[in-house]
């Protein structure tokens, strides 16, 4: 079982093909149309395989010395905040083997080793054009697949939910600037970035695009026919969308920093650098000469974790 | 072709290891000014990565933008320690204004504490002079209050006394009912009994005569003469006794003739 050289026609001649790139195009167009694995969006409780934290930097308490400030030793440190963000949800289709199994002539005709007419079978069908789109898929920028943005529209792809997958927030630096005799407030975030899900839209059609080329089939009376449009793009829908759900190695599964193609922009979990001793700040004195001192988180902006959305077959 | 590709305003690495890119880019949207992030990793087998050399960003440039993009960080950062110092200063010097004027305070705050302690001194002559007198009006007070304790304890015991008073009353007015109640049913049951015993007589004597009349109407009739004739030679004291004492029952007229020598047997004459 391996994939073929499908045949052709093409002004009055039966030819063989060699670039099946545009034949696999529709195939992905066909999957873009009709995804046997789908992505959806909510507010908490996705799977825990997309599962990313979220950290940022709180400051520690007020230190509050009787006639001198509290050192930074004796002042509270500074205190991470983990958000666990929890937002996607990964469905696969339930699709059963496509009724077209049942007919061995169902599928596009080859040269056989003896150099005579004959069906492929399902898995060469499935080797020759569902394997390769589904690689595409993966690959490339393809249609139906899930990708991540910080934009909020793209053009030729659909943002899934205008809930963010994830939130990257970090203490703002510029809020943290007045111990005071009360201590400033404990945790002064800021958003730095949110990303979305998107999907791209399904593209143009390739029949009669350039390298588009008629499949044959063998008909009930033993001729050969060409296939209409409508019935191969039936046949590409039904197999691509069955394959990425059941056929093994064929099989389509999105993750977050698992195997496989990166899906879109990273999504960075950043946080400030500085030590907790750095941003000691000594603040005010109260008539009852206490002495106010408080850490403060500091330092520059840091990628954490990145996460990827990646794609992968299995 | 990538989200970013033409419209990249600035890349860079974002972390120590350098397998981390940011680009920031303008969407497609010509009336947004606003840039975007998109973050990749910086591996040559990566479509986006590839795009984004294709698009001019080689290693050369993308380590210059890193170091300026680092510099500027780093001039960001180094204003903002500027500020920061700037503010304490300011703060030091609000501090020394403070101090100045919590020494002031203080010297006020010993000026008003011996205005105080006078005040106190003069406060506890009139408090002992209060005292004394409301250590009378106390006695005074607790005098009245116990022969006011003993006016509610009489007026309670002469509450309790009228109360039992009025329990006993009543106690004795039941009393009183069920007696009457007892010489009625008493009455009744005399005046009962009066009746029965009228009645035994009546019926006594009416069953003695009833006797005497059924032995009277019958006392010539042969069937219950006969009878009687058959019941008297029965009798023991008549089968012993001799022959014609029982001849002479068997002749008799009547019944009362026939008791009367039975009544010679019974009791034999003197």
């Excluded at chain 1, 910080?150 to 899934?160: E, H, K, Q």
């Excluded at chain 2, 009744?188 to 007589?201: C, G």
């Excluded at chain 2, 022959?243 to 068997?250: A, D, G, L, P």
């Amino acid at each position: 079982m391996a994939a073929r050289s499908p045949l052709y026609y093409s002004g009055g001649e039966i030819l063989t093909a060699t670039n099946l790139d545009t034949v696999v195009d529709q195939v992905v167009r066909a999957y873009g149309q009709n995804p046997g694995v789908t992505l959806t969006v909510v507010s908490s409780g996705g799977d825990a395989k997309f599962e990313m934290t979220d950290t940022r930097y709180k400051a520690g308490a007020v230190s509050v010395g009787d006639g001198a400030y509290l050192p930074p030793g004796q002042t509270p440190d500074i205190e991470a905040i983990e958000t666990i963000a929890s937002n996607i949800t990964e469905t696969v289709a339930s699709v059963s083997q496509p009724a077209a199994s049942s007919n061995p002539r169902s599928f596009p005709v080859y040269y056989n080793s003896s150099n005579e007419i004959q069906a492929m079978t399902e898995t060469d069908f499935i080797d020759t054009f569902i394997k390769p789109a589904l690689d595409t898929i993966v690959a490339d920028n393809s249609a139906g697949e899930y990708f991540v943005s910080t934009l909020s529209t793209i053009t030729g792809a659909t943002r899934v939910s205008a809930t963010p997958i994830f939130v990257d927030t970090r203490a703002d630096e510029t809020l943290y600037d007045d111990v005071g005799i009360t201590g400033e407030t404990l945790d002064q975030p800021k958003t730095v970035n949110s990303y979305y899900l998107f999907q791209r839209d399904a593209g143009d059609t390739q029949y009669g695009e350039t390298g588009w080329v008629d499949l044959m089939y063998i008909d009930t009376d033993g001729s050969l026919r060409v296939y209409s449009d409508s019935d191969i793009s039936a046949l590409f829908g039904d197999y691509v969308r069955y394959a990425a759900s059941n056929a093994v190695g064929a099989r389509l599964s999105y993750s977050i920093n698992g195997a496989g193609t990166t899906k879109g922009t990273g999504m960075v979990d950043t946080v400030l650098d500085g030590t907790s001793a750095e941003g000691y700040t000594q603040g005010g004195i109260s008539p009852s000469n206490y002495y106010y001192a408080q850490e403060f988180p500091n330092g520059e902006p840091t990628a954490l974790t990145t996460y990827y959305l990646k794609l992968t077959t299995y | 072709m990538a989200i970013f590709t033409g419209r990249i305003e600035d890349a860079h690495y974002i972390n120590e290891k350098y397998d981390t890119i940011e680009i920031l880019f303008k969407s497609d949207d010509p009336e947004d000014n606003k840039l975007y992030k998109h973050i990749i990793e910086a591996d040559p087998k990566s479509k986006d990565f590839q795009e984004l050399q294709a698009d001019g960003w080689g290693d050369k440039e993308l380590l210059d933008a890193t170091a300026e993009f680092k510099r500027q960080h780093a001039a960001t950062f180094n204003n903002a320690v500027q500020q920061r110092a700037n503010y304490i200063a300011r703060e030091m010097i609000g501090l020394n204004n403070l101090r100045a004027e919590r020494d002031r305070v203080l010297v006020e705050k010993e000026r008003s504490h011996k205005e105080f302690k006078e005040l106190e001194a003069q406060r506890d002559i009139v408090r002992s002079d209060i005292e004394r007198h409301h250590g009378w009006l106390e006695e005074k007070r607790t005098e009245i209050k116990k022969s006011n304790k003993k006016i509610d304890e009489q007026l309670e015991e002469l509450a309790y006394t009228r109360s039992d008073i009025e329990r006993h009353h009543g106690w004795l007015e039941e009393k009183r009912t069920l007696i009457k109640k007892s010489d009625e049913k008493i009455d009744e049951q005399q005046e009962e009994l009066a009746y029965t015993e009228s009645k035994i007589k009546k019926t006594e004597f009416h069953v003695d005569n009833a006797l005497l009349e059924i032995v009277m109407n019958h006392n010539e009739q042969g069937d219950e003469l006969f009878k009687f004739k058959l019941w008297a030679l029965e009798q023991e004291f008549v089968k012993s006794a001799p022959k014609e004492v029982k001849s002479k029952i068997r002749r008799v007229k009547r019944i009362t003739q026939g008791i009367a020598i039975l009544d010679d047997l019974i009791e034999p004459k003197e």
